[in-house]
């Protein structure tokens, strides 16, 4: 039995997560979850799936364990950020699931990583803000690393097995094509989105996510952050990633061949495809997902991104290419900016301004430091509140 740690169990993620385990109770359990705020929702998990821990915030964990105790459940409640790190390393775990949002998913991610876990990714934003030392960190502790974001998840099944092993051209790689949805204001001009609501930023086209990643798409900063973390998974540079906009999401990525060959992974868009395929790789499980239908499904198109009314995607590339603390005070700058725009405080399209001004003014220095790094995170996170203040 393969005992599995969900952090992030009450978000998008973490519920299809369950689902695939729920259907494949003969191979997987549920060892240990983490919530933040939805308690009645991570409650209810602990009741269906009795697992051994559950981690939340410092100031609920007294209340959280009477309420389990009450329900009769005999789940031990882990409290705050430590109790989430201690969670993530636990010895009976096999496989780690990093399902929490944003930059407060790296650091139990970091120590499922050093107990040498099978990592599950979905919390881009980790990889994303440390890069090379959370790679380094992998390495180090031969921890094993696959991605479920659906598009890597897809890339990844589109490489030889063994693509870490050789140069992407001793394998005869020419690129990457990471397909972008172009979200819900796909087509739409830099000045018309100037005045759209969050409600409408969230209603995704194709996917059922949380809210933060859901504006992200619509900003195309979701696209900005999947190449970078393309860039980090598979070693390559930006300029071997093409976007591609691809409105159906139906192909979920590809890899481009120097023999003329494009390999597609295709399937409805349901993540719990990826989630599955990486809990038991390199076997298959059943998902729960509808087998594709060629003949009933929907015709497939492509276009470019416009960068120019969606600058977010650009910005990214340039945070990669610009190296060191860039991508994190990108990623800090871009949550700050996406909550206050979820909060009606600014525009969105103020927020690759907001993200703009903060790597103008700062400083990018080397990102080497797990400390620095976090304290460079905290940094852009005021500086980004004080420039939305003077928005003002
Ligand atoms: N949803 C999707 O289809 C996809 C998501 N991803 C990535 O996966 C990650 C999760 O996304 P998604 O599931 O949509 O997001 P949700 O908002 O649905 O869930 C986020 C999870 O993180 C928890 N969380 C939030 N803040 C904190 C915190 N400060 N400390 C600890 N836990 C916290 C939430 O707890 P609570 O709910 O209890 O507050 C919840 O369990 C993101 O990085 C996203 O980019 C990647 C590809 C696809
Ligand atoms: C499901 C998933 O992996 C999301 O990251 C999704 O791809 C978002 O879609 P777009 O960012 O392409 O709109
Ligand atoms: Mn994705």
Known sequence: ??????????????????????????????FAVSGHQRLAELLDICKKFQPQLAAVPEEKAVYFQEQLLAAGCSTEVVAGKEGLQALASTPEVEVVVAAIVGAAGLLPTLAAIKAGKRILLANKEALVMSGALFMDAVKTHQAVLLPIDSEHNAIFQCLPADFAKRSFA???????????????????????????????AIAHPNWSMGQKISVDSASLMNKGLELIEACWLFSVQPQQIEVVVHPQSIIHSMVSYLDGSVLAQLGNPDMRTPIAHALAWPERIPAGVEALNLITSTALTFEKPDEDAFPCL?????????????????????????????AQQINFTQIPEVISQVLEVSTIQAANDLEFLLSEDQRANQLAASIIQNFH
């Open 1 to 30: 039995m393969i005992q599995v740690a969900i952090l992030g169990a009450t978000g998008s993620i973490g519920q299809s997560t369950l689902d695939v385990i729920a259907r494949n109770p003969d191979q997987y359990q549920v």
């Open 314 to 342: 650009k910005l990214a590339r340039q945070a990669f290419e610009a190296g060191g603390t860039a991508p994190a005070l990108l990623n800090a700058a871009n949550e700050v900016a996406v909550a206050a725009f979820l």
């Open 170 to 200: 001793e394998q005869g790689i020419e690129k990457l094509l990471l397909t972008a949805s172009g979200g819900p204001f796909r087509g739409w001009s830099k000045e018309s989105l100037q005045a759209v609501t969050p409600a409408q």
